[in-house]
């Protein structure tokens, strides 16, 4: 991806968007795996993927646990579009037979909250019901989400 769209989220979070490559299609309850050469060249990082607001697009949301991280945090201070190597989607556990029931309940904690962000988008123009408790300590995730 050439030009992924970086934007804090508060001091510990950060979101990543970008247009979907050829072939990407609309994976929801997907991760990949994502690398940022002008962070690390040889490091790839699993992460929760779910539909943007904008057509075609999707997002990662990302909060700040580790060397990584903290690098990714210090470097994106205001909004701005950098190069991002993005391989999958692939399916995760949120894509199993046991969704297929009329009400779910989706439990999240912090960033976990991304995985049933695609199951609310996914669900929402159905009958199906589905109840996030969702527990969260950054008001910058909070603020965007809500």
């Not at 779910?50 to 990302?62: A, G, L, V, Y």
């Amino acid at each position: 991806i050439e030009s992924a769209h970086f934007q804090r989220l508060g001091d510990k979070s950060c979101i990543i968007s970008f247009e979907n490559p050829p072939g990407f299609g609309k994976q929801n309850s997907a991760y990949v795996y994502l690398m940022l050469p002008w962070l690390s060249k040889y490091q790839f990082h699993a992460f929760t993927v779910f539909p943007c607001t904008k057509p075609n697009h999707s997002s990662i949301c990302i909060h700040k646990c580790g060397d990584w991280t903290e690098k990714l945090m210090k470097t994106i201070t205001t909004p701005t579009h950098k190069p991002a190597f993005v391989v999958g989607p692939f399916l995760s556990p949120f894509s199993s037979p046991a969704m297929d029931s009329e009400n779910l309940v989706a439990v999240a904690s912090g960033i976990g909250v991304t995985p049933a962000i695609s199951l609310i988008k996914q669900y929402s123009s159905t009958s199906r019901r589905l109840n996030l408790v969702w527990i969260c300590r950054d008001a910058g995730l909070v603020e965007h989400f809500l």
